[in-house]
């Protein structure tokens, strides 16, 4: 089994900053992408960014140049660093990884429980 434990969230002002971090444990051989979903009340989960191995990364639109996502494979962890954060950024934050563990053939998707990041104005 793969566990996914993401900390980091909380409440911040317009402007403010924070930094998730989601830590992979488990029977892990590799881990192919790891990324971070959102979700707001009434919406659906939605790509925040993504980034696969070697290091190629994907953001959605509304978060470009504000917020930043690396991993450290050495620990199997992926972080996003969240910059000028606005009220529309408010969500559940989920972290998401594609893994292949020890005894499979295949890379299958693992989620996170997801950290709550509240935005004030």
């Known amino acids: 089994q793969v566990q996914l434990v993401e900390s980091g969230g909380g409440l911040v002002q317009a402007g403010g900053s924070l930094r998730l971090s989601c830590a992979a444990s488990?029977?892990?051989?590799?881990?192919?992408?790891m990324g971070w979903y959102r979700q707001a009340p009434g919406n659906q989960r939605e790509l925040v960014a993504a980034?696969?191995?070697?290091?190629?990364?994907n953001y959605a639109d509304s978060v470009k140049g504000r917020f930043t996502i690396s991993r450290d494979d050495a620990k199997n962890t992926v972080y996003l660093q969240m910059n000028s954060l606005k009220p529309e950024d408010t969500a559940v934050y989920y972290c998401?990884?594609?893994?292949?563990?020890?005894?499979?053939?295949?890379?299958?998707?693992?989620w996170g429980q997801g950290t709550q990041v509240t935005v004030s104005s």
């Open positions: 980034v696969i191995s070697g290091g190629s990364t």
């Open positions: 488990g029977s892990i051989v590799s881990i192919n992408a």
């Open positions: 998401n990884a594609n893994v292949k563990q020890y005894y499979s053939t295949t890379y299958g998707w693992n």
